[in-house]
């Protein structure tokens, strides 16, 4: 015979409070037959108590009575309050002393399972008997249709059960399907309008009822509704052909877990997932753009819940964009996400709210504060990382990973005359790296990555702090393990500060137009390349202490675009000459200077001049400078050296000339006079001259008297 319905009951709620879930159909029906068999509930429980899912999976590290009893009166909804007297107060001092007193776990279950079903119950109790008597009737209609138990599931922590009154039907039944109960594990969309509730969605690319074309299985019409832990849809979107356009707008219900991959081809590419009727997403996934389509948006997204980014295999070229957009408002105040970038080449990344509609791209206005970029897989490289913030002055960008990682773009400069002549490799593009973020964001950290970092700074230092008058926003931005690339656009303020982190070879490269103000430590190389069409370059070296190298360069030419990176063409037309001023130089730094050729056009001898002066003036010390090869078309090379700079104390009575190009060269030593100790010359070429004979001051520049290479003493 079957046991009673007051001991199914009991037996229902007393495996809820030993392990807060519920047995399924095959358990259940054991324990059943163990008690119509004669054991009784409080041995059967004690059983239970004994098991290790028990011992190990509920009560883990809590192995004091204090612990235990605060495990076992959670099982009942009840936490310390701390409040003398209150349902949790009592309810822990009853589950330790008995603990204490040596009282089986499962007799005190049985007991509080018995008090709670009491006519008499104190009304202080009543809240909490009505929540375990809901537990139990979900348990029961759980163990109807699951025939495993729910153990290690959140079967029972569904907001849905309450102890605030009876749970209905349609609530219980909401809570199994919550957790996937009698909701089909998977289901592959069709040619035709799915209306379907599932744990996992499948969209593939289907044939229309003719079998004559390949269409979208995911369309404008489609209700997909998810179930269960998790649920997901993952959608493949290729070409619309002749079931609509490329932006495909379903409605998405209680889908957590979003994976798309844009993989058509031609104008009729799929390239926006429209999430305007849709909710309940957490996680967004782009896992593949094809070069084709070289765009990709999930766009409108309803969602803050959204927390959880990534971006694979995107295959675009560096001219493409990938979106995530949301509507308006929904990124309002303070938001915290984390992105994942895998093999991930693309002009821009995009993650704000969406100004541009979902045909086109573009954010801004609100976005995420807090972001942890994690780099891995193939190497990555984002031209532009559009991340708007509207919220406080605290931003934080984290980046971690073990792969390299470029925040910036960059093009290779070419000659206007021959564009297979690349004069300038790499030449970083200003307005490019973290965008959208300056005077909010405060914190850009890769001390956790162990990849080469690489990135541009323009338009985040050089910036006031978001809701102020005349107030800087202080930015400190650090490297990782790598060998790191700082690139300045920006002039950095006082209150910012560049860390080239642990490891590697680290550069801080300067463009015209920026300048150092604070202190940058870690940085082994001090890179500057100017344009006449903007102006010079200065450092003073008190803020570069750890550098051991110096290499400037003259990369005017670009002139009908008055910014680095314009249209990448150089003119060969001279612009006006670029000064390098090196002040506070450590002898060592003096020493290690490096000029490179300049580009075609600007190799004359006032084009390019290197301005230095040492920290400490002693009777001693040496200018060393050491010229090397740039890509040009002009036949020599000749640059200036200045070594008297007003206000400032400073003589080099030696130095020290390095030729490692493969040209001729002149050098004007413009305050030749106080070189008083040794001019040193080595390297060239046989058939070369180098030529010292130069006053741009006065004298006939057009006649120059060649030397030839040995030391010559003043």
Known sequence: MAISSEDQTKLLKGVIGLFDAA??????????????????????????????????????????????????????????????????????????????????????????????????????FAETAQLLENKAAVAGAYNAEESSPSLGSALMDDPLITGAGP??????????????????????LTFDTDVATANNFVSGLVFTPGGNDRINALQDEDILTGAGPNPTLTATLGNAND??????????????????????????????????????????????????????????IEDATVNDLSVRDTNANDAGVVEFSYSAGTLAGENSVSL??????????NIGQNTSGIAARGVGTQGYENIALNST?????????????????????????????????????????????????????????????????????????????????????DVGKAGTSGVDQDVSVTGGNGDDT????????????????AGGSDTLLFYSGSALNSVAA????????????????????????????????NISSDVDVANFGGDGVLENA?????????????????????????????????NSTINAAVASDTADDTLGVTFSDGTNTDPRFNFSIVTTIPTITSTFENVTLTDSDTESNSVELTNFVTHTGTITISGGEAGDFFNLDVDTAGADVTQMVIWSRQEYKV
Not at 400 to 422: E, K, P, S, Y
Not at 527 to 544: K, P, Q, R, T, Y
């Open 23 to 124: 047995a399924g159909s095959e358990i259940n029906a054991q324990l059943e037959n163990a008690v119509d068999n004669g054991l009784s509930i409080p041995a059967l429980l004690n059983i239970l108590a004994s098991k290790t899912e028990f011992t190990e999976g509920v009560m883990g590290s809590a192995t004091t009575s204090a612990e235990q009893a605060a495990v076992l009166a959670g099982h009942f909804g009840l936490t310390a309050d701390g409040v003398e007297g209150s349902p949790a107060t009592q309810a822990i001092s009853y589950f330790e002393s008995g603990i204490d007193g040596g009282a089986e776990i499962g007799t005190l279950v049985y007991q509080a399972v018995v008090f709670l079903m009491r006519e008499d119950l104190p009304a202080e």
């Open 167 to 188: 749970i209905s039907q349609d609530d219980i039944n909401q809570v199994l399907a919550n957790a996937g109960v009698g909701v089909p594990d998977s289901f592959t």
């Open 243 to 300: 079931n609509g356009a490329t932006i495909i707008t379903p409605t998405l219900n209680g889908i957590e877990t979003l994976n798309a991959s844009f993989t058509g081809s031609g104008g009729g590419a799929v390239t926006a997932l429209d999430m305007q009727d849709s909710s309940g997403l957490m996680s967004v996934n782009i896992n593949r753009v094809s070069q084709a389509v070289n765009t990709a948006e999930i766009g409108n």
């Open 340 to 349: 994942e970038v895998d093999n991930v080449q693309v002009g821009a990344l």
């Open 377 to 461: 897989g193939a190497p990555n490289s984002i031209g532009t990382f559009n991340i708007p913030m509207d919220t406080g002055t605290a931003g934080v960008l984290t980046i971690t990973g073990d792969t390299d990682l470029t925040l910036g773009a960059a093009i290779d400069a070419v000659n206007i005359a021959n564009n297979a002549l690349i004069e300038v490799e790499n030449l970083h593009v200003a307005g490019t790296g973290v965008a959208l973020a300056g005077s909010r964001i405060a914190t850009i950290d890769a001390s956790a990555l162990e990849g080469n970092f690489t990135i541009v700074l323009d338009n985040i230092l």
């Open 486 to 501: 700082f690139v300045l656009y920006d002039v950095v303020q006082t209150g910012d500060s560049i860390d080239g982190g």
């Open 522 to 553: 870690n940085i082994d190389n001090a890179s500057m390349f100017g344009d006449g069409s903007i102006g010079d370059l200065a450092a003073d070296f008190v803020n570069l202490p750890d550098v051991t190298s110096v290499t400037v360069r």
């Open 574 to 606: 001279a612009d006006a000459p670029v000064n390098f001023t090196l002040t506070n130089l450590t002898p060592d730094q003096a020493t290690g200077i490096t000029i490179l050729h300049s580009t075609t056009g600007n190799n004359q001898i006032q």
